[in-house]
T-cell receptor, first 111, second 113 residues
Framework: RKEVEQDPGPFNVPEGATVAFNCTYS??????FFWYRQDCRKEPKLLMS???SGNEDGRFTAQLNRASQYISLLIRDSKLSDSATYLC????????????FGSGTRLSIRP | GAGVSQTPSNKVTEKGKYVELRCDPI?????LYWYRQSLGQGPEFLIY????????DSGLPNDRFFAVRPEGSVSTLKIQRTERGDSAVYLC???????????FGPGTRLTVL
């Protein structure tokens, strides 16, 4: 089983729709969580950190469920420019920091 | 300000050759990470430096891979006796600390023929 799992998609939704995807992690020692966005043939860029209480940044909302070991990303009023791959990132603190990326969820917004 | 830079942007080499990939992190960032990304996959952790020392090299696939950061700034990833399976995009990221946002460079696309 992968340490961080994501539905690869693609999610193909119309502009203006709301879309959500989850990411599950297996290591209960995971301590910090992030969503990164990666455009085709570009480097990943931080979209938002994920806090225990949940957090919102404009049209984007991130949630963490430690009991069930998953994080989620909700995008409201989706724009064409939201088309990208969304990477779930988990930071596990053991003897040293270990950063684990999911394989990503592809999102395509159609006009 | 300047972001993370990586050179070369593309590297084509033959099986069995030695390659060096360079990463210039953002000035002042103490943490530096190397990842490898294959098509359709997320970045795979290779090694993490805190200052000059490798704090975690558990992601290096085998002893053909080695990385250094002698002065706590620029880092070089070295791959000996390259194999076709080493072909991937090698990404470098830097961060002010271990639990902060990582800033990625544009990557080096390595192709081993």
């Amino acid at each position: 089983r992968k340490e961080v799992e994501q539905d690869p998609g693609p999610f193909n939704v119309p502009e203006g729709a709301t879309v959500a995807f989850n990411c599950t992690y297996s290591n209960s020692a995971s301590q910090s969580f992030f969503w990164y966005r990666q455009d085709c043939r570009k480097e990943p860029k931080l979209l938002m950190s994920v806090y225990s209480s949940g957090n919102e940044d404009g049209r984007f909302t991130a949630q963490l469920n430690r009991a069930s070991q998953y994080i989620s990303l909700l995008i409201r009023d989706s724009k064409l420019s939201d088309s990208a791959t969304y990477l779930c990132v988990v930071n596990v603190y053991s003897s040293a920091s270990k950063i684990i990326f999911g394989s990503g969820t592809r999102l395509s917004i159609r006009p | 300000g300047a972001g993370v830079s990586q050179t070369p942007s593309n590297k084509v080499t033959e099986k069995g050759k030695y390659v060096e990939l360079r990463c210039d992190p953002i000035s002042g960032h103490t943490a530096l990470y190397w990842y490898r990304q294959s098509l359709g996959q997320g970045p795979e952790f290779l090694i993490y430096f805190q200052g000059t020392g490798a704090a975690d090299d558990s992601g290096l696939p085998n002893d053909r891979f080695f990385a250094v950061r002698p002065e706590g700034s620029v880092s070089t990833l070295k791959i000996q006796r390259t194999e076709r399976g080493d072909s991937a995009v090698y990404l470098c990221a830097s961060s002010p600390g271990t639990n902060n946002e990582q800033f990625f460079g544009p990557g080096t696309r390595l192709t081993v023929l």
